[in-house]
C-alpha cells in the first residue's frame, strides 16, 4: 500500500500522471488520491478529477512492466 497523487497540470500529451509517494518527479501542484493497494486503482480514483490520466513511468516501473510483459506473450500466443 502507498500514498498517490495526480499532478494538477497536464503532460505534454495532454495526461495527467499519477505518481506514487517518494517518486522523485513529484510535482509541486498535486491532488492527493488516496492510501491504495496498486496504481490502478489510484488511476481509477485520478480519473474523478481528470478525465485522461496515467501511471508515471518512472515511479510505477512495475505496471509498466507488467503491461510490457502483457502485450509481449498475447503476441507470442
Ligand atoms: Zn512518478
Known amino acids: 500500500m502507498s500514498f498517490y497523487y495526480v ?3 497536464r503532460q505534454y500529451d495532454g495526461a ?3 505518481h506514487k ?3 522523485c518527479f513529484m510535482p509541486m501542484s498535486r491532488t492527493f488520491l488516496g492510501y491504495f493497494d496498486n496504481v490502478e486503482d489510484a488511476v ?3 480519473r474523478r ?3 485522461h490520466c496515467r501511471t508515471c ?3 510505477s516501473t ?3 512492466q507488467a503491461l510490457y510483459t502483457f502485450h ?3 503476441k507470442r500466443s
Open 21 to 23: 509517494e517518494g517518486c
Open 16 to 18: 495527467y500522471e499519477v
Open 44 to 46: 481509477k480514483e485520478a
Open 72 to 74: 509481449r506473450h498475447s
Open 57 to 59: 513511468i518512472y515511479c
Open 49 to 51: 478529477y481528470h478525465g
Open 62 to 64: 512495475e505496471y509498466h
Open 7 to 9: 499532478n494538477n497540470n
